[in-house]
């Protein structure tokens, strides 16, 4: 009995560790980012120039790095829902048996391509593309971004679609059919709307992971720092200004402690992005 | 059918497949332009000329050393707090708190774990950018991956046999140890291989904690830097004085890169489906 | 009761699933060696309260209970002296609705207690397999294959395994949760006829929901109605005139 209650206690520790790490990821990006707020003060995040490295004025404004971030997220999700909802509501509904045993797993596989790989197509073969196509001067853009977002997100999509078209309950479906409504109505009009709550929850979780992406966005969507809405500009996210510059920061610097609230603010969005859609997940398990 | 419904199903069909086609085009894209770059030399020999010549042996070591630091800490830890979740915390708060830390753990954006390995292990605890660094903030990245699909092995074993070896007067233990486990351990491996074909791929995590930008000799302790392939793709293929002329150095690198993580994860779809029939209960 | 030995006791039992309370106020005496049946409509509570014994709603988070349970005399909850919650599942054996084989060979099926209660030795496992496989009136029909996976046997062979495993570690009472419920009549008659040899040495509780049963194998019933005791006694009196309207009301099919 001794022996168990020890097991319990070293299983119980590791359980803990979980906690332990979530609660050190926020102390050590507050850590790190605390000296900002004395020097050179809080409000220099709030302005519109990103220019960490200057002789005359350093600028630390965040907002066009969200706008950035913001930018590029909110293509990537207009591109993904299609597809990716698309993409479940096939396999799950309409899909042969030996269609499914073989999308699944080819899908799964897209989401094990390594975000840099990604990013490398994207350079060599997308930007091209997307330069002549609009009569760019740069294929370095936001648009560029997004797509390749878009697909990176489209697996975590279509996987918890599937799951929430998969859970609603069959008696539904049989009642519409039983009714006389076609198995595309049926889809449309009883097992979407049935699965909704789920398919959104898919979208924000896919949003989290569009907002928290690295490496394609510093490959491919030219890293400039400037306040624009237009998906044919150059951007800089968020994540792509902390893996460019944290390697050249001098450690304590402002600069350093202004890419740690950086962090800060990306961390606190897929938070929120992740609680909002474990909420709905769990209301829908409910059920 | 009715034709309308005929052309609606095959639109969805249409854009479905459109996903196949598109991630068939990139692997297509590196096989073809990474295959004739694969020589025993490229795999063997260390770089020359930062790169532009010679091979990717150092960044493939370094690859495999943080992936299995990764491995040695989270697997163990991982699976550990799945046993404790299914098998011991019924629904208190403690339990509620773990559970939120693993689904705030798996949407951590990877380059905030960066961050966090940075300012934790390169400079808190003075280990510098090193394989240590690297591996333990990329196993705390895999972490939740290895929770849950652990979880889903664990809980997929029938409650009946837990009855029945606790009524026999087996404690919690020997119940798990001798009747739980051996049933959920394939499946609690394949979820963890997923998690380790992802910490291979990764970029982000390491740029800040481990990754080094051209290192020919190869790491001799954990406190070393290495290279890495993902890192070594980025550098290459971005920051490279002669980009262009490295361009089959960067194709071989990616091929490399993406059979390793492939193999990782067609290996655990393979098991899973392997298991799955195994046990059906 | 004139003349019987008190094996287990329950005083003032109440058990509670969260809020809602599933055993009220249960105050029973059931005698050694006899075969006594809990008998009553689903959801009475009589599941619940055989599993009380071994304390196996211990593992159902949420659950607590007031009142005692006492096994010769010693308090099961005490956790004191011989009474800890493994040496207490050792005394007390379980056998449960839906047969429970591990997926391992039915020898190791047989051995998995003793090996948990520390005997190692393989000769003393050899004889303690072959005892409790003759024990339950299986080893005829496995002997030759001891080392097959317990799957492969049929589902009343299955069951009677469970019971052979439950005697392997030589308790002095069994428990059985509708233990022929799923069975075909062929399988329900052989083991009812086990049940009738292993009353010589066993305190038997038993919970079913078919009353013929009940009336072939116990001596005494307890029957239970929305989580309380009706009513106690003889089987024969029991079925033929009972105290109570309710039971009554049971037994001749009324409701249930």
New interface residues.
Partial sequence: MLKDKVIQYVLWGSAATSILIVALIFIFLGKEAFSFISEPGIEKLFSSRWVPVSFTLEQFGLYPLITGSFLVTILATIIMIPFGVTGALYISEFASNTEREFLKPFIEILAGIPSVVIGFFGLLVLSPIVKSLFGLNTGLTAITGALLLALMAIPTVISISEDAIQSVPSSYKEASLALGASPLQTSFRVVVPAALPGIIAAIMLGMGRVVGETMVVLMVTGNTAKLTLSPFDSVRTMTATIAAEMGEVAFGSSHYAALFWVGIVLMLITFGLNVLAQQLLKKYQMR | MPKKEKVITWVLRLITYSIVVIIGTILFNIVKNGLPVLSWEFLSQPPRRSGAEGGILPAIIGTIYLVSGAIIVAIPLGMATSIYLTEYASQDRFNRYVRLSIITLAGVPSIVFGLFGLGLFVIFFGFGASILSGSLTLAFMILPTIIVSSEEALRAVPLSLREGSLALGATRWQTIYKNVLPYALPGMFTGSILGVGRAAGETAPILLTAAAFFLPKLPTSIFDQVMALPYHLYILATQHPEVHKVLPKQYGTALVLVLLVLTFNLTAIFLRGHFRKKYKW | MVNETIKLESKNLNFYYGETQALFNINLQIPKNRVTALIGPSGCGKSTFLRMY?R?ND?I??THHKGSILIDSDDIYLEKGSM?I?????KV??V?Q?S????KSIWENIA??PK??GIKDNTKLEAIVEKSLRGSALWEEVSDRLHQNAFGLSGGQQQRL?IA??LA?EPEILLMDEPASALDPKSTTRIENLIRELRENYTIVIVTHNMQQAARISYYTAFFYEGKLIEFGETEKIFTKPDQQQTEDYITGRFG
Avoid at chain 3, 100 to 103: A, L, V, W
């Fill in positions: 071994n196996m593992i988070p949420g800890d493994v040496s207490l599942r050792k054996g379980m449960f839906k429970n084989p591990f997926p998995y207690g948990i209660h469970c495993r439950a570690v």
